[in-house]
């Protein structure tokens, strides 16, 4: 058979390398680095028009800002080690050969498509009220009501039960590994003895080194941008215990107005998001080095 | 290669410096008394009897003016402020939008936020409404809006609750504090106030102490008329009122609710919370998740001799148009339409509350639709001695104070002394500020 050859039809020069990649500088200009200088400038705008750092100042001192940077790192805290524990189990689970595992694979993905729409949410809130389904199944197994989302202490973690449902995203990466660890190395262990337990921690683990920092980067950054679950269901409170950053900075903009505070804070977001992610490569670089 | 790039970016931040600190091209377009052809869009946030209106108003007027295409927008209160702030800052706001009154501080501080409506006299009929509502919609000599309606906070109680409590409704704050009693009986509560969108609860506070003091809480000017003082008692009456079982505590309200809107609480419609403040042009959302004639209007509260100073009114709606629209002729000609059309008012009726237009409110009165809870609010408010709401009392970061407060006192994290300290600072700053 005669194999067609193909040929470049912008020819070869210099500029053949930018000219193709030219559609990406050219969107990445208009729609990446334009809004970020454009961001950056009005966070410096004061309400009198005067540049300077007086937003970032003001922001700092801000007893307000500081509870939602608190909130963000609890929320992020509880959150993220939860999600990636929970998919990495669930992953394992699905991870075998059985008749109409694919049903399962699917029927755990739903929640993740769902999103926190506006149904998932109205079902949400009337799950955790006083009288709803949650407290009414507590009563069955003889648990006093729990007062969700008046309780300051609690309220968070509705949210946080929220996004850990809707792990399924994180789950199918960790599928996606598993089905890559070559099954001659549980073969071998099995020969030299070794249980179930043992090879998840020896073999699993390790295979799945990289992956795991990848989704426990990817669900930092989603954590601590959260703006739609607290904001839907418990509109931040109550005392302002859910209030994110993400809501911080909405308020500023859309609620108050207020275009030079927002954008400060989205660069203060940027930039401790970027400081947790340095750190995190930081503590993680020699586990995924070994 | 690395000195191309480094160019690039430079230019990309001189482009970027100078777009961000030019100021945008405010060319508004001048009209010419002339109606042609075009489409425009019109916002307005509201429950679904007002939804479902002013829908057949548009549909009338599309048959009325085929050549003049209206497209709706519309949903509920929640959030819908910040839709159209975040619009009105990217100039992408519809042509004609229903306005809240407060917007006229935060969006036109200087008058040229919005169009000036005296410029378009030949589509808008002016002389239907009274100078003194007129004045509502100007900021400094422009007319920014026109005012739909007049309206004010009253009470409003499910007669069915009360019947069955054998209780009438309160007359005095003295006659609610002692209906908290007996209602905490039965696990009821004969009122609801929220810390939410509504902030009711700092509303009827501030009714208590006006009356009290006879010193409105923030002047028309901006200024603040409360003394720290005052701020105590208001906070004080709060708590009281959770206290005698009036109305629930900020954490139980919270714990049962959610997030929810007190209409679409089932504590609400299954009766538990048996009365609402809320202004009687909105009433509407309340009066239909209740079987119909349940929900009756109350008389507004008084000290011991009767004295009903201190309750407060505000244009409920206005109406306004883009200072960006292309089309100001065809748009003012349409508000017309809302304000002064006869087949328009029937249809509308009052799900924007009694029209402040005298030919609208006459065909209502002769076709006998001034008759619901809205005409019932309007009657009682007009019997008092109202003041006009300061429009700085409106504004969410003035919300956010007296929510922070209530919050505070409510959950035992703030003493009444400090909470209203603090109040009386952040409120006094904030004014301080934006009268700049």
């Known amino acids: 058979m005669k194999s067609r050859i193909y040929r470049n039809p912008v020819g070869v020069s210099r500029f053949t390398g930018l000219l193709l990649i030219l559609p990406f500088i050219i969107g990445a200009i208009l729609f990446i680095i334009y809004p970020f200088v454009c961001s950056f400038i009005v966070g410096l705008k004061d309400g009198s028009g005067d540049l300077g750092f007086d937003n970032y100042k003001n922001i700092m001192s801000d007893s307000n800002y500081r509870q939602t940077a608190a909130v963000t790192f609890k929320y992020t805290a509880f959150l993220v080690p939860l999600k990636l524990a929970v998919s990495l189990l669930v992953a394992l689970l699905l991870n075998c050969e059985l008749k109409g595992i694919g049903i399962f694979r699917t029927a755990f993905y739903i929640p993740s498509i769902l999103g926190s729409n506006l149904a998932v949410i109205i079902m949400w809130q009337y799950l955790f009220t006083s009288n709803g389904l949650v407290n009414q199944l507590l009563g069955v197994i003889g648990i006093a009501p729990v007062g969700w989302y008046g309780d300051p202490d609690k309220a968070i973690f509705i949210i946080v039960l929220l996004r850990l449902w809707e792990f399924g995203s994180t789950m199918v990466i960790f599928l996606a590994a598993l089905r890559d660890i070559p099954n001659e190395l549980y073969y071998a262990a099995k020969v030299d003895g070794c249980g179930s337990i043992k090879a998840f921690f020896h073999i699993t683990l390790p295979q799945l080194k990289n992956i795991i920092f990848i989704n426990l980067v990817l669900q930092t950054i989603a954590a601590m941008q959260e703006f739609n679950a607290p904001y839907m269901i418990t509109g931040g409170g109550p005392l302002g215990s859910t209030r994110t950053i993400g809501m911080y900075i909405y308020d500023e903009m859309f609620r108050y107005g207020d275009e030079g505070t927002a954008n400060a804070v989205s660069w203060l977001l940027f930039t401790l998001i970027g400081a947790v992610v340095i750190l995190l490569y930081r503590f993680t670089e020699k586990l995924r080095r070994d | ?272 919370v048996a009365g609402v403040l809320e202004w009687g042009s909105a009433v509407g959302k309340y009066e239909s998740v209740l079987p119909e004639g349940v929900l009756e209007a109350g008389p507004l509260l008084t000290d011991e001799k009767g004295c009903s100073d201190g309750w407060m009114i505000k244009p409920s709606l206005l109406y306004a148009i883009s200072k960006n629209t292309k089309h100001p002729d065809e748009a003012a000609a349409f508000i017309n339409f809302l304000l002064n059309d006869e087949e328009c008012a029937e249809i509308l009726g009052t799900t924007r509350g009694i029209p402040a237009s005298h030919k609208a409110e006459a065909v209502l009165q002769k076709s006998g639709a001034l008759n619901g809870l809205t005409k019932e609010s309007e009657s009682i408010l007009s019997n008092a001695h109202t003041v006009t709401i300061s429009p700085y009392m409106e504004l969410s970061r003035m919300k956010e104070f007296y929510n922070t407060a209530i919050e505070a006192v409510s959950y035992g994290t703030s003493d009444v002394d400090s909470a209203a300290q603090q109040m009386f600072d952040s409120v006094n700053n904030y004014l301080e500020k934006i009268r700049k």
């Not at chain 2, 405010?26 to 509201?46: A, H, I, M, Q, Y």
């Not at chain 2, 709706?72 to 004609?96: A, L, N």
């Not at chain 2, 100007?138 to 609750?161: H, I, M, P």
Request: proline share 3%; with cysteine; net charge negative.
């Open chain 2, 1 to 272: 290669m690395k000195k191309t790039f480094l160019k690039i970016a430079a230019a990309c931040c001189i482009i970027s410096l100078s777009a961000c600190s030019v100021k945008k091209n405010d060319s508004v377009t001048k009209p010419d008394g002339k109606l042609d052809k075009c489409s425009l869009r019109f916002s307005w946030w509201g429950g679904d009897d007002r939804h479902e209106a002013t829908l057949k108003a548009i549909d009338l007027w599309n048959k009325k003016y085929p050549d003049i295409t209206i497209t709706p927008e519309y949903g509920g209160w929640d959030g819908w402020s910040e839709k159209v702030t975040s619009q009105v800052s990217s100039s992408t706001e519809p042509d004609i939008m229903q306005i809240n009154y407060d917007w006229l501080i935060a969006l036109s501080p200087d008058g040229n936020g919005f169009y000036d409506l005296g410029e378009l006299s030949s589509q808008l009929d002016l002389s239907q409404f009274d100078d003194e509502v007129l004045s509502f919609g100007k900021v400094g000599e422009k007319l920014n809006a026109v005012t739909v309606s007049v309206s004010g906070r009253s009470l409003f109680y499910n007669s069915q609750v009360f019947s069955r409590m054998g209780a009438d409704y309160p007359e005095t704050w003295n006659d609610l504090i002692a209906l908290g009693n007996r209602f905490s009986e039965d696990g009821l509560y004969p009122l609801d106030l929220d810390i939410q969108s509504g902030g009711t609860a700092w509303y009827l506070a501030v009714v208590y102490v006006q009356q009290q003091t006879g010193r409105q809480f923030i002047t028309l000017d901006g200024r603040l008329g409360f003394t720290v003082e005052d701020i105590k008692n208001a906070l004080s009456f709060y708590k009281q009122l959770e206290e005698s079982h009036v109305i629930r505590t900020v954490r139980t309200r919270t714990d049962e609710d959610g997030n929810a809107a007190l209409y679409q609480s089932p504590e609400f419609i299954g009766g538990r």
